[in-house]
């Protein structure tokens, strides 16, 4: 259970979609539509014109208000810095892997962070994060699965996954690889 305010307001932005509809990237879009400043009025738009509880709607009015001001950056922003300079010839790989897990249904949340992208369902089970200038690494949870050359043991990379397969290149986003992703999503339904 979330037990810090920052735990409880990453918990709010993972419900957005489920409770309202919309991803807060999208209701920012929404924001910003409306043109309003004033912490009240937003308040007031998203609880009458969108129907959003008043919870939610003061948490999108906050990050709206500190996005708007140039506080913390959009999840596109994120991403876009986890692959700018001379880390941005592995966002193909990133897309890929996007593309193919977010084939396997409308469940599917990616949430960026600042260092890499949390794959997730009900939980989390995998991750993408551009570790060098010259490789990403996906995290996969798959728990019990052997290990193999290519899809390894965690190790030191993230306590969150049980393993890892380390990517240079598109071509390596292939069926074996789609099948792991899978395999992680199953169990985390």
């Known amino acids: 259970m979330a037990s810090t305010p920052e735990q409880q307001a990453q918990t709010m932005i993972d419900n957005l979609p489920a409770k309202t509809g919309k991803s807060l990237e999208e209701w920012m879009g929404v924001c910003g539509k409306a043109g309003l400043a004033k912490h009240g009025e937003i308040v007031k738009h998203l609880k009458t014109d969108h129907g959003v509880t008043h919870g939610f709607a003061n948490l999108i009015a906050i990050k709206w208000r500190e996005q708007s001001a140039g506080g913390p950056a959009a999840p596109t922003d994120l991403v876009a810095a986890q692959y700018a300079g001379p880390k941005a010839s592995l966002k193909p790989i990133y897309d890929a892997i996007a593309r193919v897990v977010e084939s396997f249904g409308g469940d599917v949340e990616l949430s960026p962070k600042k260092a890499y992208v949390s794959l997730r369902r009900k939980k989390q089970f995998a991750l993408i994060q551009p570790s060098t200038k010259t490789r990403v ?49 199953d169990a985390a339904g």
């Open 137 to 185: 690494d996906l995290g996969l949870n798959l728990k019990d699965k052997p290990v193999t050359d290519r899809l390894e043991a965690s190790g030191s990379f993230n306590a969150m996954c049980s393993h890892r397969v380390r990517l240079t290149d598109t071509r390596q986003v292939d069926k074996e690889l789609a099948d792991w992703l899978r395999q992680a999503y």
